[in-house]
Each structure stands twice: as C-alpha cells, then as structure tokens.
C-alpha cells in the first residue's frame, strides 16, 4: 500500500518542503520521521515545493518503501498520525493518513490547490503574529479593500501569468487557470485567498504584493489586464516577505 | 510625566517577566529599549511577575527615569509605541502608552485582573499553536465542560486559596477574591477565563490542572469546597505548563 499523508507545518524554522543541502528541511524531518517509524528508508513525494519560511495548513505527501511503490507496514493508516508524532517535531503535525492507489501521484494527481496571504492590518505589532502574517501597518479601509477585490478577480481564468513570477526559474509553460482570488478582512487580519490549477514561482507572493499596490493608489485596479497581457515581472508589484504565506488547501 | 506602558509580549523565549540573575527576561527587553529611547536609564515597574513561557495579551509597566517618579522626554505619549518599537524584539510589543499621576503604582493600583488558559482539545497536535496552548487529546464533552463550569463557579468569592498555591512561597496573606470564573469551547479551542483582585503562585495553573481533574472524573465538581477549605496543596490538581497562561486584562 502506498500512504499519501495530510501535514500542517510552521515553516518559520524551515528552508522550505523540499530537501536542500543547506538548511533544514520540512521533507528531511518526515524522512528521518518514517525511518525511525517504519525502520527502513522511505520515498517521500510532496505535493508542491515551498518556499523558506512559507507555512502550511494542508499539505500532502505521499511515503513508499524506498525504491519501491508500496510501504511495509503492519501499523493502520487511521494509527499513523499518531504513531509518528513522537518522532516529528511539534511545528510539523501529519493529521491523517489514508491508503491511496499505487499509481497516485501527490503532485500530479492535484486538482487545484489553494493559497491563503495573511496581512496584520494594524498600526502595533502583534507579537503572537509576527512570524505568520505580514505586518502592514496602513489601514486597508473599504475603498481599498473593493479596489484589491476588483483587481484579484482580473486573475481569475486561464493566464500566461508570467508578469507575477519571480524571474531566474527555467520554467516553460506558464499558463496556469486561478478559479478564485478574493481578499476579506477578518477584524485586523486581512486575507488573500487564490485557488488555481497549479502556481509560477512566487506568483501568490507577487499577487499579494500586486494587490498591496492597488491599496496604495500606486495600481489601478483596472491594470491587471494590462499587466498580465505585458508578461513584464517589472510592471507587478513587490515580492511581500513568506511569512505570510499558508498552503490552505489541496484538492485530488 | 510618569508613563504607563499597555505591553503585549509571546512569553516562550523569555524567563517569565521579572529580571533574572540567569535568563532573559521582558523586563530586561524593555529596560534596553528605554534606555536607547529615552537615552538613560529607567525604572520599569511592571503590574505582576509571569513565570516562565507564560505570555501577555496585556501587560502594563510603569516607566520613570531611574531614581526619580517621572520621565524627560519630548515625545509624546501616544507615539511612544511607534517610537519603542524598533528597540523592542519582534515577540514584544507596546501597544498604548498613556501619562499617568507620579503616585501611581503599576501594581498596588490593580482592581483586578483576568487570566486565559488555552487548551487545544484535539488528538492532532496543532503545529501553530504548540507554544501558545496545552495539547489535551482527549476530548471534552459537553458533559465534562458543565462539570468544569461548576467547578469553576466554586472558585469565586473570597477564599483562602492556599490548597492552589506552589508551595515554595512565603507569602502570608493567601485569601484573595474571585470575581469570575468560566469555562468555554471555541472550535477546537477549550478556553478557561479567570478574574481576580490578585492571584497566588501558580493558581490559575492549578486552577486549570483541577478543573480537568474534573473534566476526566477524578475530582468530582462538588468537591472543590471541601478542597479549597482543607488548603492542602495535594488534594487539587496538577499544575498545567504555562505554555498556556496568557495574562488577559490588567484593569485599574
């Protein structure tokens, strides 16, 4: 059987998902989790790569024997999340287990995922925040806030979005579909919530900081259209910092 | 002019709030970030020591130049927290600063203050809130929260409530008076709240160690007169870690 598990993390310690050979990794954690669970070395394919300091609620990652499709396992699927939590540390937390098809691929197989950027929107910092959210201290009233929904809806549908991705990727197709892009304001906390069928290299970051620009005057909220069509990363708005940014979501 | 500061701080890296021959402490932290202020040295007189990893919503400390009952300084008050901020770690935060009377006192002036434990009440461990609440897995039904309610009812009033005191404390006067007492569930999050004209060493701690004593059966929700009249330590609870105790309200 294969085993595709359903992850939260706090990234703020991490150099993102994926293994690297400098810094600590979210992946290298689960690989010496299921070691030490299973008592041999497992393939671990996760759902999407994220980037250092980057959080998630849902993420998802699939363990096998190495080299091999299946996991050897006499533990049930519903007990793992338990059974590995002893070995994982506490900002890393695998919520459920489920047997999944042997041909099941983590990343392909994703439907669409989604992204939520968090905003502290207040003039004091919050001290209990300020590793998971982007302090942003100018108000965002309603004016602002319509503006930043105009302009998110201008994302949704199928796009060459390569005005919104970071440069210094050798990634070809950049056409990707975003199904929904809204920001809402939960009392001091604003949310920027976008699902697509697949992201470029920062592009929620950028979108964030795309949207943060139209808040400021800086963007029309009518100049998506013309941004996207420019395909020009210098027309978009900044990179805002990782903190902020959770996987939210991710749909087979 | 002597100042208030209205403090809101994540206690988990800190020594709890009192200086410390060994450890560091808030009150270290914004010792340092007045003296760069204002450019001398303070006395900070803050409302109520913290243990160790216990965290503030709302804290407040008395600030005066050192030997004296008032503060030279040409910044006004309200753009004292702006003003402090870069001088302040990330997980420390004034939030208010206001001009108060030279007599006084942080402390002795207190009419009451409200006290927060959070528990996250769920067999997953939740990667977000692993130093900000206390993991119980088991859940609590509506059943065990009622007898927790009723527990917590027998709380207030004024009592000596030296059976939920640390022992280890030569504190003579242990009567103090109550004024609410409850248990709540917010989704995942079981919250006990608790308002006081003062509280002894470790109280809400076991406060909450006895009201899920309760919750699991082993001390009845009758039984807590009888404990608090007894005032032997060993027949209350355990004391909870502070990970999750966050002093709530300071009101004067």
Redesign the interface.
Known sequence: MKILLHI???GTKYCGYQIQPNGITVQQKLNEATRQLFGYDCDIVGCSRTDSGV?ANHFCAAVTKKGTDSLDTTIPADKI??AI?CYLP???????AEVVDGSFHPRYDVKYKEYVYRIWNS??????L???TLHYPKHIDDIALNNMNKAASAFVGTHDFSAYMSADTKIKDTVRTVYSAEVIRNGDIVEFKVSANGFLYNMVRIFTGTLLAVAEGKISPDGIEYITEKKDRKNAGITVPPCGLFLNRVVY
């Open positions: 939260s993390f706090l959080h999340p338990f939590a506490e900002d890393i937390s695998v919520f459920k003039p004091e910092r919050n001290p209990f300020y590793d998971r």
